[in-house]
């Protein structure tokens, strides 16, 4: 997670310039999913890891949403990180 956190924050400190005014920002959604807890297949992360990413983009820009390790479903559960403006 902390290495998810540090990737978002580098890529939201970037400026891109583009040619206009206004400089370029970038916001990451990512979702998480862990071996064992969320799967035991490569197909199965994968699905997880989605569903995560899915909830992600729903909550806002610069999230980090994880996986509910109790239910394995995402929805009003598991951990989220994301700037309080954006959640």
């Known amino acids: 997670i902390a290495a998810c956190m540090r990737m978002s924050e580098r890529l939201a400190a970037l400026e891109i310039d583009v040619g206009s005014s206004e400089p370029l920002r970038v916001t990451t959604s990512i979702g998480v999913a862990l071996y ?28 980090i949403v994880v996986q509910d390790e109790s239910t394995g479903t995402v929805p009003g559960a598991g951990m989220t990180f994301c700037p309080a403006a954006a959640c």
């Open 36 to 63: 064992p807890e969320h799967g035991d297949s490569p197909q199965d992360l994968f699905s997880a890891a989605d569903e995560a990413l899915y909830q992600a983009k729903h909550r806002g820009r610069n999230c």
